[in-house]
Nanobody, 123 residues
Framework: QVQLVESGGGLVQAGGSLRLSCAASGHTFSTIGMGWFRQGQGKEREFAAAINWSGGHTYYADSVKGRFTISRDNAKNMVYLQMNSLKPEDTAVYYC????????????????WGQGTQVTVSS
């Protein structure tokens, strides 16, 4: 079992930056891949970024590539999402996710979810 708690969301102007954090509890954290998904109002939840168990491989949605950076600290049971050059279309609730599966067609979320943190980017 893995419990996830996100923090770091807020209101920022377009072009600004935010750093999301995800604190994980559970003895399996360091063995599973972690990801961030997001859901805008009236939209389906979509993949944003993922990182494998060791941090050696990362995946990004085309919409965030070059602007967002995912990282993890297994010693602290933490996952981070550094978001730069934010755009209004990045406005969404961001969810930390554990146990994703990388497929040819995309990244399928795992079974562990946090409660989400709101990110709002004003124009």
């Amino acid at each position: 079992q893995v419990q996830l708690v996100e923090s770091g969301g807020g209101l920022v102007q377009a072009g600004g930056s935010l750093r999301l954090s995800c604190a994980a509890s559970g003895h399996t954290f360091s063995t599973i891949g972690m990801g961030w998904f997001r859901q805008g109002q009236g939209k389906e939840r979509e993949f944003a970024a993922a990182i494998n168990w060791s941090g050696g491989h990362t995946y990004y949605a085309d919409s965030v590539k070059g602007r967002f950076t995912i990282s993890r600290d297994n010693a602290k049971n933490m996952v981070y999402l550094q978001m730069n050059s934010l755009k209004p279309e990045d406005t969404a609730v961001y969810y930390c996710n554990g146990g994703y599966v990388a497929l040819v067609a995309g990244v399928r979320p795992g079974m562990y979810w946090g409660q989400g943190t709101q990110v709002t980017v004003s124009s």
